[in-house]
């Protein structure tokens, strides 16, 4: 069998991504943990609780964890509630330990890469307490200069320790998730509210990125966005094909089209932004799976479509992971369209054996190692996750950890996947003797005779 190895550029930035409210614990001031309240709306009513106790000081622990196994950087993210409790009052206490936070990565000689948005907006934002029209949070046009203060002061804070910053994780899912399929707060099934929180997001967007720019010259600033393959089940039946396009123009598409020319092309709908053009220093791509679509009528709120994993795929024993490693290929192919930096910011499966994720792992990196053998201009990859964590809608139920988590007590266990990617980082590469030894399943797949 031949040997070798797969390398990857000198400065690869190898790390791990979590999101504030899956591991701090305890954000009892924002719209998550008010809608964990409510029955019905996190799977086996779980709530988040005190997380992976990040607020209570654990942090330290997990990124010894992290820089021990080889990782060089770290994808974390800010609470907005925190930092901003009340619309008048800002906590210099808590801005104070994000300090700390970031500054334990530089200890520890790991880059910080901070988001300053993930999924949460503090309660008073929501409840229209700030707004004279009532509309809430991201409907309200009126949130964009409330964002950019609330990044003003994060960045005026951090700049000693970040130039990585992401405004937004994942607009196109926060839209989906919360104003079309209603599994977010604040569970609607309205297009049109839809269509103004992604204009909004893409100002806030373009407005946080200028502040960024004019405080920290230096700084490299992205959004993120999950990407997902939607093939059509049926090639030759054109609803399909139809369909799969549709989906891939609005999840995919309006978000980064819209800062390449300042239209808005989203659910039917149109605005210009001007402002947002050329407001992205770097692509943040989160991959996780592709989907065969068909066309479906009734499904009028989910853009008529159904989707499935291909039949021959690995699928995470929650059903919600599939393995299809050539998609983040593809992935890459689409983002290095857009002509920035590539930083692969999520890429994971839920996995609590740890049975499938060393094969999604090596498989995936795999197909990153042949993007950047293109040339294609990819500069990092972060894994989803570091240690188990809250999971949105899904509460516990998923466990993307490297590191699994037992909620009860914190006590935190070792997977197998942890000496798997530590073997990649320490290497910068894959080589044939660690898929040997961790994977020999897939040994004549990527060395073949």
């Known amino acids: 069998m031949p040997q070798g190895t797969f390398h990857f550029p000198n400065g690869f930035m190898w790390g791990t991504a979590t999101a504030a409210h899956q591991v701090e614990g305890n954000n009892k001031n924002n719209n998550w943990w008010a809608w964990e309240e409510q029955p019905g709306r996190i799977l086996n009513g779980q709530r988040s609780g005190l997380a992976c106790d990040w607020w209570g000081g654990r942090w330290k622990e997990d990124f010894d964890r992290a820089v021990e196994t080889g990782q060089n950087t770290h994808r974390l993210s800010i609470e907005w509630s925190r930092i901003q409790p009340e619309p008048d009052r800002w906590d210099e206490d808590a801005l104070d330990y994000y300090r700390q936070i970031v500054r334990g990565l530089v200890e520890r000689k790991m880059a910080p890469m901070v988001t300053l948005h993930h999924f949460t907006d503090p309660i008073w934002l929501c409840d ?73 997001m893409i100002r806030g967007h373009a407005a946080a990125y200028r502040a960024i720019h004019e405080i920290q010259p230096q700084a490299n600033v992205g959004y993120t966005l999950n990407y997902r393959g939607f093939r059509p089940a049926h090639p030759s039946f054109p609803p399909d094909v139809w369909v799969s396009r549709v989906l891939s123009a609005n999840f995919n598409q309006a978000f980064p089209n819209t800062l390449v020319n300042g239209k808005l092309r989203f659910l039917y709908h149109r605005a210009s932004i001007p402002e947002a053009i050329a407001t992205q220093d770097f692509f943040g791509l989160n991959y996780y799976s592709t989907d065969l679509v068909t066309f479906d009528p009734k499904k009028t709120n989910d853009l008529m479509h159904r989707r499935a994993y291909p039949a021959d795929a690995e699928v995470s024993a929650s059903g919600f992971v599939a393995n299809v490693p050539q998609g983040m290929f593809a992935a890459l192919d689409w983002a290095r369209h857009f002509h920035k930096p590539i930083m692969i910011t999520e890429n994971g499966v839920d996995d609590a054996e740890d049975h499938m994720r060393p094969g999604y792992l090596i498989e995936h990196l795999h197909q990153v190692w042949r993007a950047v053998n293109f040339n294609w201009p990819v500069k990092g990859y972060y894994h989803w996750s570091l240690v188990d964590n809250f999971e949105w809608d899904r509460g516990w139920t998923q466990r993307f950890g490297l590191w699994g988590l037992d909620v009860d007590t914190q006590a935190r266990f070792r997977r197998p996947s942890v000496d798997i990617y530590a073997a990649i980082c320490r290497e910068n590469g894959i080589s044939s003797e660690m898929v040997g030894k961790y994977t020999p399943k897939l040994l004549g797949k990527l060395f073949p005779g």
């Open 128 to 200: 229209g307490r700030c707004f004279p029209s009532g509309l809430g949070a991201w409907e309200n046009e009126e949130i964009v200069p409330l964002f950019v203060a609330y990044v003003r002061k994060v960045v005026e804070a951090l700049k000693e320790y970040v130039t990585y910053w992401v405004t937004i994780n994942e607009p196109n899912v926060y839209v989906y998730s919360s104003y079309m399929l209603g599994a977010f707060p604040s569970g609607q099934h309205d297009l049109g509210a839809a269509f103004r929180v992604m204009r909004n």
